[in-house]
């Protein structure tokens, strides 16, 4: 059966490869759309030898593809105008739109958001420091400021004026000598607004008429669904629903016009932030497969935690996403580990748990419950993929057991396989357009 909507989610802790498999579902695509999130979620694709790092660009730019921002992402208009300058000078078309409903960083979010994070202490989420939190904040309490706001100078000046004087109060509780001058952010975002105005549109009104229309869409989330608000290891997660059920509240698309939801992981476990991981590493293990798989965050370079593959929190992220398919990346980054361990289940003081303990305070006394399997060899990338090419039957026999035993314990088909960064990495055994 084919659709023209489907969504790509992260079924963990975010990096599990979203940026490459939408780019790769992309080249049968009309339009990509990011419903969540902001610059704090980087999303990496390799093109034709070349590398891009986007921060807010949905991954469909490097195809030129129409690309879309929703209502449910904040905007940090420097970060978005740097970015598609650095695409023009690739030669790249822009055919983008944003939503006018959208929320705006400003620069007393990203003072706010260290702030905070510095008096959390232990409960520190480890975010990026990027503004993302104090902005959602800002927008559930009523008093944000809009990307409407950006193109109308006489509103944002009105209530840039009166909301500027509510957060340096707040800020000065922190640092009595912190000043701000509101005319600068005022004339710095005015400019903004001018620059940005010709992609500016109602894009829930736009979406739902191309959708009828038959346009083949890709709503691609932004972080993992275990760092979701709602339904993530809170506190230690993002601002926003990063699960398939934010996509309607991020676009404004109806449940009824949303096509399969393809759940992406990883061949092992990684996340970058506070809070426990059950099945993390702290040895050579660990930094082998941090190298190989080069684990580093696209925003922030910091390394990333690693952990063995944790399939316990994954059918909980399957059940909250109503996934069927997925894809598994970064098998490769596995190579050369004589044994490999995977996690079923796990235990609180000799309890076999029924399901995935949604609170970090029960996931701190856990205990994961282990199978081991052997290995495969190293390849060079040339070996990889020229196995890619060869498809399924090509993989290493350890590594079809290994995904093997992922489909028939998550009771799921197997829809990608990546074995390296370029689309040519990739093995189809489903195709969805």
Known sequence: MKYNTIAVIGLSWGDEGKGKITDFLAQKADTVVRYQGGNNAGHTVVCNGVKYKFKLVPSGAPLEKEIIIGNGCVIDPKVLLS???DLLKLNKKINL?????????FPFHRILDELEEKSKKDYAAGTTKRGIGPTYSDKAARWGLRIFDLIHPEILKQKLNKFSEIKKDIIKNFDSNWTMNIDEIYEEYNDYGKKLKPYIIDTAYYLNQEIDKGKKVIFEGAQGTLLGLDHGMYPFGTSSNSNALGISAGTGVPPKKIGPI????????SRVGGGPLV???????SEKIR???KEFGTVTGRPRRIGWLDLFNIKYTIMINGVKDIVITLLDALEDIDSLKICFGYEIEGKVLESWPIQSELLE???PIYKTYKGWKRLSREEWSEVAKKGYNALPEEMKTYI???RDELKVNIAIISIGPSREDTIVLKDFF
């Open 83 to 85: 970015e598609l300058e």
């Open 97 to 105: 739109k944003i939503s006018s409903t959208a929320h705006v960083i």
């Open 262 to 269: 393809v759940g992406i992981i990883k061949a092992y476990t």
């Open 279 to 285: 099945t993390e590493l702290d040895n050579e293990i």
């Open 291 to 293: 190298t190989q798989g």
């Open 365 to 367: 006394k856990c205990s």
């Open 404 to 406: 093997e035993v992922i």
